[in-house]
């Protein structure tokens, strides 16, 4: 977790935009991921972006890699109290040399206020 | 259905009393990981095992044991518990290696909420 991090709360009003943070220190990751949990549940993949990408979209979330900055962001337009989870940021490692395993963030508490 | 299962979801046990927590997964993976998450704390690894009977540690691995005898579990161990493993573990499966060009993603249990009196 120490190789990847993020903050552990993040609090927005409803339908105000969501952007939470990750900094991931291997410039050789491969793939960024950002997984969901819901209360209760475990953690779900949410979406991901291959590392020779600098944006993805996907209905109302947008992922931003910065590659130079090892930065790599989620941002969720409209956010509506049915978003409230925790984010997870991960980084994965392909080529040769890599295992492909994610390496996990500590996890972004999104909580949504009406 | 592709699934990694628990059991059990629950559980309150008392200090010193061994337990166990199965988890199993049906796609075939060859890698799987326990994690424990806590508050202000995230989701930190266990032990995480790359096939059958290769197991490592992860970030936390003090009080706990795995093994992988079949490639479909992992159970985690708890000999001798203290009320400091109380938490919520959560079992991972994924490919270990992966394909050029594709994602490998991790597929998580529903997990366990672990109370030790």
């Known amino acids: 977790g120490e190789d990847v991090e993020q903050s552990l709360f993040l609090s927005v009003r409803e339908g105000d935009s969501s952007v939470i943070n990750c900094t991931y220190t291997?410039?050789?990751?491969?793939?960024l991921y950002w997984y969901k949990q819901e209360p209760g549940a475990g953690l779900q993949l949410l979406t991901y972006i291959f590392s020779n990408m600098d944006m993805k979209q996907d209905q109302r979330l947008t992922v931003l890699l910065n590659k130079k900055d090892k930065h790599l962001s989620l941002r969720i337009a409209d956010t509506q109290t049915g978003d409230s989870a925790i984010y997870f940021c991960?980084?994965?490692?392909?080529?040769?040399?890599?295992?492909?395993?994610?390496?996990f963030g500590r996890g972004t508490s999104l909580i949504v206020h009406p | 259905e592709a699934q990694v299962t628990q059991n059990p979801r629950y559980l309150i046990t008392v200090t010193g009393k061994k337990l166990t927590v199965t988890c199993s997964q049906n796609m075939n993976h060859e890698y799987m990981s326990w994690y424990r998450q806590d508050p202000g704390l995230g989701l930190r690894q266990i032990y995480y095992?790359?096939?059958?009977?290769?197991?490592d540690k992860g970030d936390v691995p003090e009080g706990y044991k795995v093994s992988r005898k079949e490639k479909r579990n992992f159970p985690l161990i708890l000999e001798s518990p203290s009320p400091n493993q109380t938490s919520l573990y959560f079992c991972a499966s994924s490919r270990a290696q992966g394909v050029a060009g594709r994602r490998n993603e991790q597929f998580f249990g529903p997990g366990t909420r672990l109370t030790v009196l």
């Open positions: 991960a980084e994965s490692i392909g080529g040769t040399g890599g295992s492909y395993i994610p390496t």
């Open positions: 095992s790359m096939n059958v009977e290769v197991t």
């Open positions: 291997d410039s050789s990751s491969t793939y």
